[in-house]
C-alpha cells in the first residue's frame, strides 16, 4: 500500500474512534482470560485503549501493557482506572517489561500488524520470554480469506445502512503474505477511508513460531466461549504453553 506508515496507523484519530464500534465480545474474551489467569499477573501485547485490559483489571487480574501508538495509551488514561495499567511503550516483539506473567495474550488479529514472519516469531519469542513457567500465552487471530479470493483481491460489502455504507477492500500478496486492507465508509458526511497492512497467517504456522519460541500448543478453541474449533470456525483462540511445561 503506497504511502502506508504501520507506526502511524493508530494515530490520534483512529485512537478517537477505536471504541466507537466495539466487537460484541469483550466481556467474552475477558472472562475467558480471566479464568485462565486465576488472579496471576497478565501482560497485554498492544494494549491499546484498554478495551480488554481494563475490565481484566476490574476482574481482578492485574495487567501490564506493551504498546506502540502513545495515542492509543492517552485514550485509555482518559478513561476511568486507565491510569492503573502500566505500560512500557515500544514494539511488541521487541520491548520487555522486565517482568513474568501468568498470563500473556494478544487479540483481536493483532499479530497481523507485524508485517513479516520473523518479527512474528520474534513476537512469540517476546511472550515466551515474559511467562513464568507454568504460564500461558493466548493468541486470538482470524482464519485468512484473502488467499483464496479470485486474484487474491476483493471488495466486500460489510454494513449497509440508512445513512451510511461501509465497504472492505483488499489486495492479498501471496509471496509476502501480506494483505493491503482499506475500510471505507460511504455516508452523508462524505467518504472516510481507514487503511492496513496485516500479514496473514494459519494456525499451523503460528504453531511453528510457537515451537521455536519454546511453547507448544496446549488447547485450541472456535470461540471464547470453549466452542470447538473446527474446519468450519472463522477464527482461533490458541493456548500456548512451555514446551517443557506440565500446566
Avoid at 506502540?68 to 511503550?89: F, H, I, Y
Avoid at 511472550?127 to 500461558?136: I, K, N, P, V, Y
Wanted: with cysteine; glycine share 10%.
Amino acid at each position: 500500500m503506497e504511502g502506508f506508515d504501520p507506526k502511524a496507523s493508530f494515530g490520534y484519530e483512529v485512537s478517537q474512534r477505536y471504541d466507537d464500534e466495539p466487537r460484541g465480545d469483550e466481556a467474552e474474551t475477558v472472562a475467558f482470560l480471566a479464568r485462565l489467569a486465576d488472579r496471576q499477573n497478565a501482560l497485554e501485547l498492544a494494549v491499546g485503549t484498554g478495551r480488554i485490559a481494563l475490565p481484566l483489571m476490574q476482574a481482578g487480574v492485574r495487567v501490564d501493557g506493551i504498546e506502540l501508538s502513545q495515542d492509543m495509551v492517552d485514550r485509555m488514561r482518559e478513561k476511568p482506572g486507565g491510569d492503573q495499567v502500566a505500560v512500557t511503550m515500544g514494539d511488541m516483539s521487541r520491548v520487555t517489561t522486565g517482568r513474568t506473567y501468568g498470563l500473556a495474550y494478544l487479540v483481536f488479529n493483532t499479530i497481523g500488524n507485524l508485517l513479516t514472519q520473523d518479527d512474528q516469531v520474534r513476537c512469540f519469542q517476546n511472550a515466551a520470554e515474559h511467562l513464568t513457567d507454568d504460564g500461558a500465552f493466548v493468541l486470538e487471530c482470524r482464519i485468512p480469506t484473502a488467499p483464496s479470493r479470485l486474484g487474491h483481491q476483493y471488495l466486500d460489502t460489510e454494513q449497509v445502512g440508512l445513512d451510511h455504507v461501509d465497504l472492505d477492500a483488499g489486495q492479498y500478496d501471496p509471496l509476502t503474505q501480506v494483505l493491503d486492507l482499506n475500510h471505507i465508509r460511504i455516508s452523508s458526511g462524505g467518504i472516510r477511508l481507514s487503511p492496513i497492512r496485516l500479514r496473514l497467517a494459519h494456525p499451523p504456522e503460528f504453531d511453528l513460531m510457537a515451537r521455536i519460541a519454546g511453547l507448544r500448543l496446549r488447547e485450541r478453541w472456535g470461540g471464547w466461549n470453549g466452542e470447538p474449533y473446527t474446519a468450519q470456525s472463522w477464527r482461533h483462540i490458541s493456548v500456548y504453553e512451555r514446551a517443557g511445561g506440565t500446566a
